[in-house]
Antibody, heavy 121, light 109 residues
Framework: EVQLVESGGGLVQPGGSLRLSCAASGFSFTNNWMHWVRQAPGKGLVWVSRVKSDGSSTDYADSVKGRFTISRDNAKNTLYLQMNSLRVDDTAVYYC??????????????WGKGTTVIVSS | QSVLTQPPSASGTPGQRVTMSCSGSSSNIGSNYVYWYQQLPGTAPKLVIYRDNQRPSGVPDRFSGSKSGTSASLAISGLRSEDEADYYCAAWDDNLSALFGGGTKLTVL
């Protein structure tokens, strides 16, 4: 079965850190670009970051640049998002998503169910 | 405020055809592909259109996408109750970031 499973979310104080993980199975993880997308409560989707299939290239939204780091371990079929200096407005459900090249640069055809991050004092 | 602009709501009755728009600029829609996602309540998004007008396997041909200049549209014909969802457009921006529109909430009356 093709799936992505996120973990690592939780409650953290402003200024704190969290590391999200996304375990992939059932498809060729090592060939696909991977993305993180977040959704604040009652709000729309917001793109966070992406990493190339071999981990050699990354991009970030301006709102997280310098605070978040995306990485991957292809031997473990796992994607990560290290989040530092967290702010209240980082509160959201964080989804990981996979892009099969056939669908183009933003064709996220596999999504996880999301993990919830709450930043609050 | 999203750089890709979508109307906040749209509606139609069963069997009707509805369209929803997505407006951008030359650095995103004008020079890159547009993608459309459907998000049913409480679930993860689902890709329904890729590369402007292509449908993934399993997406009904009632869904179609188009693009002209710096705007794009998603059309749903033969509207059904299960189409009630939030719809988001997305496009890569030449400033090295991806953009989502603010989303359109589709109501089937």
């Amino acid at each position: 079965e093709v799936q992505l499973v996120e973990s690592g979310g939780g409650l953290v104080q402003p200024g704190g850190s969290l590391r999200l993980s996304c375990a992939a199975s059932g498809f060729s993880f090592t060939n696909n670009w991977m993305h993180w997308v977040r959704q604040a409560p009652g709000k729309g989707l917001v793109w966070v970051s992406r990493v190339k299939s071999d981990g050699s290239s990354t991009d970030y939204a301006d709102s997280v640049k310098g605070r978040f780091t995306i990485s991957r371990d292809n031997a473990k079929n796992t994607l990560y998002l290290q989040m530092n200096s967290l702010r209240v407005d980082d509160t959201a459900v964080y989804y990981c998503a996979s892009v099969t090249l056939w669908f183009g640069e933003l064709g996220m055809d596999v999504w996880g169910k999301g993990t919830t991050v709450i930043v609050s004092s | 405020q999203s750089v890709l602009t979508q109307p906040p709501s749209a509606s139609g009755t069963p069997g009707q055809r509805v369209t929803m728009s997505c407006s951008g600029s030359s650095s995103n829609i004008g020079s890159n592909y547009v993608y459309w996602y459907q998000q049913l309540p409480g679930t993860a998004p689902k890709l329904v259109i890729y590369r402007d007008n292509q449908r993934p396997s399993g997406v009904p041909d009632r869904f179609s996408g188009s693009k002209s200049g710096t705007s794009a549209s998603l059309a749903i014909s033969g509207l059904r109750s299960e189409d009630e969802a939030d719809y988001y457009c997305a496009a890569w921006d030449d400033n090295l970031s991806a953009l989502f529109g603010g989303g359109t909430k589709l109501t089937v009356l």
